[in-house]
T-cell receptor, first 114, second 115 residues
């Protein structure tokens, strides 16, 4: 079944740790996105990718980094987690060319940094 | 600049009554408009979109939305609310001329359907 997956769903970690949030989609979409969302609040785009080896920063400045080595995989990494990184992170994908197409979202990773 | 406004943080409606969740937008050129729903501890689920053509768009779970260009609005509606419709609803817009792929989201409206 075509879908978009995120792991872990919940993560509690101490300050200074390096973390990677995983996102994979089986829909063959070229475009992928990472959003940051505080509980019950609006979404802010932090990274996006048009395809393999393409990554761009979004509207909201983020200390995280992303990579896109395979079409289906778009991991997000925080080299040194801080309490200010506590939030929900949502991954999404869409078909090319993209402007008319809706984005499909994963279930999210809720990150808590102590 | 692109932006979306959802003027109501919270909407309460009795089960069986019609519901409306409001959305207005600002974008250069023609808009592409989307509605998403988010249930607790879940990602966003796509409900419907307006790209072009008929101003009344029908989507999932009996929802529909009406595009009004003169009022720059895209209100979400349903003729008869269900308790299971209780969730957080997001309106989003993208300009047709924009080169970027960014989707701009509103701040969300929490819908509560009262049994």
């Amino acid at each position: 079944e075509a879908d978009i997956y995120q792991t872990p769903r919940y993560l509690v970690i101490g300050t200074g740790k390096k973390i990677t949030l995983e996102c994979s989609q089986t829909m063959g979409h070229d475009k992928m996105y990472w959003y940051q969302q505080d509980p019950g609040m609006e979404l802010h785009l932090i990274h996006y990718s048009y395809g393999v080896n393409s990554t761009e920063k979004g509207d909201l400045s983020s200390e995280s980094t992303v990579s896109r080595i395979r079409t289906e995989h778009f991991p997000l990494t925080l080299e040194s987690a801080r309490p200010s990184h506590t939030s929900q992170y949502l991954c999404a994908s869409s078909e090319s060319p993209g402007l008319r197409n809706e984005q499909f979202f994963g279930p999210g990773t809720r990150l808590t940094v102590l | 600049a692109q932006s979306v406004a959802q003027p109501e943080d919270q909407v309460n409606v009795a089960e069986g009554n019609p519901l409306t969740v409001k959305c207005t937008y600002s974008v250069s050129g023609n808009p592409y408009l989307f509605w998403y729903v988010q249930y607790p501890n879940r990602g966003l689920q796509f409900l419907l979109k307006y790209i072009t053509g008929d101003n009344l768009v029908k989507g999932s779970y009996g929802f529909e939305a009406e595009f009004n260009k003169s009022q720059t609005s895209f209100h979400l509606k349903k003729p008869s609310a269900l308790v299971s419709d209780s969730a957080l609803y997001f309106c989003a817009v993208r300009g047709a001329q924009t080169g970027a792929n960014n989707l701009f989201f509103g701040t969300g409206t929490r819908l509560t359907v009262i049994p």
